[in-house]
């Protein structure tokens, strides 16, 4: 069943590549890839010769409470025009954040709002600005290292897609090389974990800035690339509208279409082919619009004895406060520190709101959590059943040294007071979506990560994504069959361990 579109042939199926970038033992044990540091991607994208606008600096703090923000609440109008308005919502979900120094040479570099898998950012901020107060219609790319617009066309452009007719359409898009250069094969997973970050950063800073979010996966590759006249190294990956009363608008005005373009900068010396990355997204791209809110069943509650959650617990951190702070751990404090199962509780809720998305008519992620330091809550492994907000233990027992060595051996995986398997129903997504299900899930997972990211901060914790674990090993320890899905996410949270290199 394909719920998107066709999907252009190819010879390698979503299967295909996921097997293939498998970690194991053996795949460990294959010819080392050495990171080339003169060839290093540079992390910033520009265009030569486009106007480039100021974005206001220091906008309004989001003084909307994180935690409400996560539960779907929307904060109050904040912006009285179109810059101020474009300016704090990227502040809050794109822009840098911090820097870390490097002792070694004395150098420094760049920590921003939205996650990455090894600070690489491959992804690009472009957005449509129709009808905005005192902002030109056109399009235009985010330059997060000067926090500035670079105009790349003037005029009332329209991406001509259905839904598309919204006065803010943001396009996010991956250069997958810089995930390759030091992930090489499996970077096309990070990118997909890196979109569904960066979505959940627009999302919820458009959520706490009082406007409505919808996100769109399914839409015409090509199509998107050549209307916004991307170099050959960035890939469209997912549209979000946004909309509502927060939206400063001016009066309706018509322009003529000015395309300025602008030369893209070549981010390394070179750019090596990785022919599988290249051909799953081959697999997964899209001719046309199609469909994409196609819902399959999710599995039915089988579970017993299960664990009621309590109240969650509160947090008067606000949201502005939380995504300027936000950091991946990297380490956790071991020893008896704990959290409280409120604060458990409180973590896991914000996972379960439903996505505004095209692809969200069923969620394909389950949650899989391993306590190690939870007062109230035997250690063990849990699954969350959020339909009645339960958890039920499918292993007892300290699970310290199995989490560390299911991720590749990060010990900080075992310090955390909790971490998590991320389980993902590719088959299901498949069937709903074809082939471009398999970004859905990885957008998913992403999404949930970054959630828990915030609600982590919020709740004076520290968090971390984990990519790289010993996938069939998850499976195996789990007792998951491949029908019942895979690993697609690894996640720990605790006390985090102060990194005296960061500079705020």
């Not at 109050?76 to 794109?94: I, K, N, R, V, W």
Request: glycine content about 10%; overall charge negative.
């Amino acid at each position: 069943m394909q719920g998107c579109g066709d999907a252009p042939k190819t010879t390698m199926s979503w299967r295909d590549y996921h097997e293939w970038t498998k970690h194991s033992v053996e795949s460990l044990g294959r010819l080392p890839h050495l990171l080339d540091w003169a060839n290093m991607p540079d992390p910033f994208r520009h265009y030569e010769g486009v106007p480039i606008l100021d974005l206001p600096a220091d906008p309004p703090a989001l003084e909307t409470s994180a935690l409400t923000a996560l539960h779907g609440v929307a904060g109050p109008t904040a912006a009285e025009d179109g810059p101020t308005f474009l300016s704090q919502l990227l502040f809050h979900s794109a822009s840098i954040s911090a820097s870390k120094l490097v002792p070694s040479t004395g150098s420094r570099y760049a920590l921003r709002v939205n996650p990455s898998s090894g600070n690489l950012h491959p992804t690009e901020f472009h957005f449509l600005a129709r009808g905005l107060k005192e902002w030109p219609d056109g399009l235009y790319h985010y330059r997060p290292s000067s926090h500035m617009a670079e105009q790349r066309a003037m005029g009332a452009l329209e991406l001509g897609l259905a839904g598309n007719v919204a006065p803010i359409v943001l396009i996010l898009t991956s250069i997958v090389w810089r995930e390759a250069w030091k992930y090489g094969d499996r970077a096309y997973r990070y990118c997909s974990h890196d979109i569904g970050h960066a979505w959940q950063a627009i999302a919820t800073a458009a959520q706490a800035m009082g406007c409505e979010n919808f996100a769109r996966g399914c839409f015409p590759d090509d199509y998107v690339s050549q209307f916004c006249r991307l170099h050959e190294d960035e890939w469209p990956m997912l549209i979000i509208e946004l909309r509502g009363g927060s939206i400063p608008l001016g009066k309706p005005r018509s322009t003529e279409s000015i395309w300025y373009g602008g030369h893209a900068n070549q981010i390394s010396k070179e750019s090596i082919a990785f022919p599988r990355i290249d051909r799953i997204h081959r697999a997964t791209k899209l001719s046309h619009p199609g469909t994409s809110d196609i819902a399959i069943a999710e599995p039915a509650s089988t579970g017993y004895g299960r664990i009621k959650l309590p109240y969650a617990a509160s947090s008067p951190r606000t949201f502005g406060e939380v995504v300027r702070m936000r950091r991946s751990a990297l380490n956790f404090v071991g020893g008896l520190r704990a959290i409280s199962l409120a604060q458990l509780s409180a973590l896991l809720t914000v996972t379960t709101p439903p996505f505004s998305a095209d692809f969200a008519a069923a969620r394909f992620t389950r949650l899989y959590v391993y306590a190690h330091r939870v007062d109230g809550l035997e250690p063990g492994v849990y699954k969350l059943w959020p339909e009645d907000a339960t958890l039920e233990q499918i292993k007892s027992g300290d699970q310290r040294v199995v989490a560390a060595g299911l991720s590749l051996g990060q010990e900080l995986a075992g310090n955390a007071c909790v971490a998590f398997s991320m389980i993902g129903d590719l088959e299901r997504a498949a069937e709903a979506h074809g082939d471009r299900g398999y970004r859905y899930v990885h957008f998913e997972a992403g999404a949930i990560g970054h959630r828990l990211y915030l609600a982590a901060e919020a709740l004076g914790l520290g968090a971390t994504g984990i990519g790289a674990f010993y996938d069939d090993e998850v499976h195996r320890y789990l007792n998951l069959t491949s029908e019942q899905g895979q690993v697609v996410y690894h996640f720990a949270i605790g006390y985090p361990v102060p990194d005296s290199r960061l500079n705020t």
